[in-house]
């Protein structure tokens, strides 16, 4: 089992920044695949940013490409996602991810936050 708990959503205005965080709990920290799905009103869960099972590789949606990084720190238990240059596309409730047989599908992830409200006013 594995605990999921987001913070750092809140209300920025357009290029601004924020950065969310994903304390985890239960099984051991790194052995699992880890990421960030986000969901906007009235559309499907999409693929934000995601790290690999071994922590080596990060890969992101073409949205967040060089704006968003993903990041974790594995003494506090800690995943961290990075997000500048917000645009007003990008409100949504972020949701922490964790284990996955695969990164891209949000079916996939057996663990889920409770999620964080992410708004961008322009």
């Known amino acids: 089992q594995v605990q999921l708990v987001e913070s750092g959503g809140g209300v920025v205005k357009a290029g601004g920044s924020l950065r969310l965080s994903c304390a985890a709990s239960g099984r051991t920290f790194s052995t699992y695949a880890m990421g960030w799905f986000r969901q906007a009103p009235g559309k499907e869960r999409e693929f934000v940013a995601v790290f690999s099972r071994s922590g080596e590789s990060t890969y992101y949606a073409d949205f967040a490409e060089g704006r968003f990084t993903i990041s974790r720190d594995t003494f506090k238990n800690t995943m961290y996602l990075h997000m500048n240059r917000l645009e007003p596309e990008d409100t949504a409730v972020y949701y922490c991810?964790?284990?996955?047989?695969?990164?891209?599908?949000?079916?996939?992830?057996?663990?889920w936050g409770q999620g964080t409200q992410v708004t961008v006013s322009s």
């Open positions: 991810v964790a284990e996955t047989q695969n990164l891209f599908v949000a079916a996939a992830w057996e663990y």
